[in-house]
């Protein structure tokens, strides 16, 4: 069974009190989240008292981003084992942003991903075409890349324990939403992909979240889809309402791996 997971990145957004305060907000409203594993991704600045502040509750916190090195002379960076000892369990890696304003590659995402394995995190690993790419018909290449390079050298027995989120880069913040059906197809193709390498069975039990501008109204027809396992929710996350709301949309989607 794929338990759905719905998480928030909230990106370059919230000061702790600000961050507190959201939390404040959320916990009323997803205490009947059973079935649905509900994850917050604050800044670094804010896990610790989000870690605290969370204590108890049926919600789990992850880093947006962490060094592959365990420490060391990496002047700005955060290591894995300062995530996990501030109360994080997930880690979300390779994120298009990344990608593309910090010179993220697949090779530092696979770095990344591999560390976090070794050190007990969850790796959400994100991967998606830009406009440009989906109008050149070049979709499936890319993620085939962004893919096959995240997973290198992940040992058959750990393959379930990563996040795939899809994330199409042009849906990301601008209000549009792949469709379910385009959505779909993408998952179905990453779920293929695994399969190639890792065989059906593993394939089938990896989490593949959808991300670019899921909403309320947009988040229950996108979660139906088979192969889609929940959502990585920018916008929508940084306001109580939306993002409980988002959750409530995948309660009862769980299904068959
Ligand atoms: P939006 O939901 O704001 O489009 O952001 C998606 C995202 O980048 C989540 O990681």
């Known amino acids: 069974m794929r338990t759905p997971i719905v998480a928030g990145n909230w990106k370059m957004n919230k000061t702790v009190e600000g961050s507190l305060q959201l939390i404040a907000e959320l916990l009323p409203l997803l205490q009947d989240t059973a079935g649905v594993e509900v994850v917050l991704c604050p800044p670094f600045t804010s896990l610790w008292a989000a870690h605290q502040a969370l204590r108890g509750a049926p919600v789990g916190l992850g880093g ?4 592959w ?3 060391g002379a ?3 960076e955060v290591s894995a084992e300062m995530l996990l000892t501030c109360g994080c369990r997930y ?3 390779g994120h298009s942003e990344r990608r593309a304003y910090f010179s993220e590659t697949d090779e530092t995402v696979n770095r990344k991903l591999l560390a976090s394995l070794k050190i007990g995190l969850i790796p959400i690993v994100c991967v998606g075409e830009t406009l440009q790419e989906r109008q050149g018909n070049v979709t499936q290449q ?3 890349q ?3 390079g995240a997973f290198t050298g992940v040992e058959p027995a750990d393959v379930s324990r990563v996040i795939v989120a899809y994330e199409p880069v042009w849906a990301i913040g601008t209000g549009l939403t792949a469709t379910p059906a385009q959505a779909q197809e993408v998952h179905a193709f990453i779920r293929a992909l695994l399969s190639e390498s890792y065989g059906t069975a593993a394939a089938a039990s990896v989490r593949i979240q959808y991300g670019g501008s899921v909403k309320p109204e947009n988040a229950g027809e996108l979660f139906a889809q088979p192969d889609i396992d929940g ?7 940084l306001q109580a309402g939306p993002f409980a709301a988002i959750v409530k949309a995948t309660v009862n989607v769980s299904r068959e791996a």
């Open 64 to 67: 947006q981003d962490m060094h």
């Open 69 to 71: 090195e365990f420490s």
């Open 74 to 76: 990496y002047t700005g």
């Open 91 to 93: 880690i979300i890696l």
């Open 142 to 144: 890319v993620v085939r």
């Open 146 to 148: 962004q893919v096959r």
């Open 231 to 237: 959502g990585l929710i920018g916008g929508a996350s």
